[in-house]
Every structure is written in C-alpha cells, then in structure tokens.
C-alpha cells in the first residue's frame, strides 16, 4: 500500500508542479488592445509649378507654401506676374479644410510619382508632417488622377484668397 500511496503522492505533485509551469510559460490567450497610432498633423503644404516641357506654353514655375498657423509664402520664378517672394496672411480654416482633402484623397497612399510619358508639365505638392515629408510628382494632367487634381486646384485656389506682401 505504501507503493501505491507514492506514486499517487508522486503523481499529485507532478500534475500541480506541471500547471503551474505551463501556467507561468503558456502565452496568455487575452488580447491586449494596440494603441491606435496618432496621423500624423500636418504642419504645411507647398504647391510646386515647375514649368512646362513646351517653352512655348510659357507655363508659370512657382513655389506655393501655405502653413498651419495661417501664414503663407509665394515665390515666382518665370512666366507669372508675380517675380519673386511674397508673404501673406490667410484664413487658417481654409488650412484644415485642405488637410481635410488631403486625407479625404488618400494623399499619403498615392504613388510618389505619375508617368512622365508624356512629360508636359510638372507639378508637385509636398506636404510637410510631424513625421516628415511626403512629395507627390505629376508630368502631365491627362495621367493625374482626379483626386489629386482637385487637390492641386484647390492649393492653388488658396493663391487668390491671401493677402500677399512683397517680401523684404
């Protein structure tokens, strides 16, 4: 009797020993939420006119940027009436209905760059985050997307609305 009392002795202590090992080392089957990350916040937006491949077109080639903090800076470099640098004020909910366009178009999902077959004018938009820059070239309006062609319009359209001053 005694040989049997071991062994169920024997055996009672490896089964609760065997628990609490596979207890401590077993992967806990509650899942554990994931943070949702922040998008990142948009800080400013630049509208790139860089010409056109025709010279006869005489495209405009301009930088537009347009800031969160409703500040704004234009530079003309050829083929526009406005040569130089400028700097201007605008209204800055104009600043988060475009970063509302921007995310509405999936703007940081588009490729980086069009087909540039065949090459007639290059435009870009840069959009500057909190988690650093994001540049989207196109060649030729044909090949752009509607999206992103509403959001080009609709940067450039904030030219018209700010106040503009001929920088120093």
Known sequence: MWTITCRVFAS?????????????????????????????????ITLRRQGCSD????????????RSDGTCTYVGYANDEFIG?????YNPQDF???VEQINKQGFF??????PTSPAIET????????????????????????????????????????DWEKAP
């Open 12 to 44: 009672v202590v490896t089964f609760l020993v065997g628990w609490t090992v596979f207890a401590i080392a077993s992967p806990t089957t509650v899942e554990l939420p994931v943070p949702e990350r922040a998008a990142p916040q948009i800080l400013s």
């Open 85 to 89: 640098k400028y700097e201007g004020d």
């Open 123 to 162: 435009t870009s938009i840069e959009v500057f985050t909190s988690d650093g820059v994001r540049l989207v070239t196109t060649y030729n309006w044909a090949s752009t997307p509607v999206g992103l062609r509403s959001l080009q319009a609709l940067i450039e359209e904030q030219a018209y609305a700010a």
């Open 96 to 98: 988060t209905d475009l």
């Open 109 to 114: 999902e588009l490729p980086l760059v069009y």
């Open 55 to 66: 010279a006869e077109r005489e495209c405009p080639v301009y930088d537009a940027t347009y």
